[in-house]
């Protein structure tokens, strides 16, 4: 089965009924991509980048990260590459940023974080916009819960492109758009529209409008991506997009979650992005799928 699934590697995804499904790859480490032809893909829908901040030396310096993304960049051609920025918190401690506190899912992670450690956030966001000049980048801020924390990115970025460029260094300023993992986005993406797109995190989004930690066993029946819940919030943000003009992929692990993935798709849904190891199994299976067929 494994092998029949290859066949459609190399194939543009599509539904039984013709429709085309972007299907891309989620990268938590740039040396995933060595083993992949980046031709199997529609490019990199997540790249975590928690992976640079777990070294023995301490925080990476703008160098460093500007190496690890333009590897993955020029690894794509011009497919599109969208790289997230620090998720630290909650389920991701870093040493030396992230805080201690009693419910750290609830608490300073993701941009809220980067928000209040801008010397940090600032060295991130100038290394992602001098890779931007190495492909096709688009940058992504996790836990987005208000909208004021786009602009405040924004704004960084802006300045952080304009000294790169006052500096005699090539840089251009990346879109940036925001996971939708957190539910008052989905309730209410008319007010994040100024943001470039969205990306639906299933994995948090799940935990938090279920109130069902991800890492908890004991309650793991409760989380479910497909629950109606979770489904009405997908299909919320996919119109909320739609509206505004903006794309809509989703990059949790209900993407690749074969009883999940035709509910998604009968949201509305036409682009995903799964783990590298899904790849094959996520094309062959949406070629087997009808739009209409949920169960
Ligand atoms: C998610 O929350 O669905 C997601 C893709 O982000 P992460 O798993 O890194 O929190
Ligand atoms: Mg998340």
């Known amino acids: 089965e494994a092998e029949a699934a290859k066949t459609y590697l190399g194939r543009p995804a599509a539904t039984a009924c013709g429709v085309p499904i972007s299907v891309m790859i989620n990268v938590a ?18 790249m975590r980048t928690e992976f640079l901040f777990h070294g023995a030396g301490g925080l990476p310096d703008e160098d460093s990260q500007y190496q690890a993304y333009r590897k993955v960049l020029e690894w794509a051609g011009g497919r599109s590459v969208t790289i997230r920025t620090l998720d630290a918190g909650g389920d991701k401690p870093v040493p030396g940023l992230t805080v201690e506190e009693s419910n750290p899912f609830l608490g ?21 916009a001098r890779a931007g000049c190495r492909g096709n980048l688009q940058v992504m801020l996790p836990m987005v819960s208000m909208p004021e924390e786009i602009e405040a990115a924004a704004r960084l970025l ?6 790169l460029h006052a500096e005699g260094h090539e840089a251009v300023r990346p879109p940036l758009g925001i996971m ?16 470039a797109f969205f990306s639906i995190g299933s994995n948090d989004l799940t935990q938090y409008v279920l109130a069902a930690g991800r890492n908890s066993p004991d309650v793991a ?18 119109r909320g997009g739609a509206a505004a003009g903006l794309p809509v992929s989703l990059c949790g692990d209900a993407g690749s979650d074969l009883a999940v993935l035709p509910k998604l798709l009968a949201c509305g849904l036409r682009r995903v992005s799964v783990a590298p190891a899904a790849l094959a199994r996520v094309k062959a299976a949406l070629a087997g799928m009808r739009l209409g067929d949920d169960g």
């Open 108 to 128: 300073c992670r993701g941009i809220r974080l980067s928000l209040r450690r801008p010397e940090v956030f600032r060295v991130q966001l100038r290394a992602l």
């Open 158 to 163: 802006d300045t952080c492109v304009a000294e």
């Open 221 to 238: 029946e409760l989380g479910r991506a497909d629950d109606p819940a979770v489904l009405a919030l997908v299909a919320s943000t996919l």
């Open 29 to 46: 480490a740039p040396e995933e991509v060595d083993a992949l032809d980046p031709a199997h893909c529609d490019g990199i829908g997540l």
């Open 180 to 195: 939708v993992e957190v539910p008052a986005v989905a309730v209410t993406p008319e007010r994040f529209a100024a943001a």
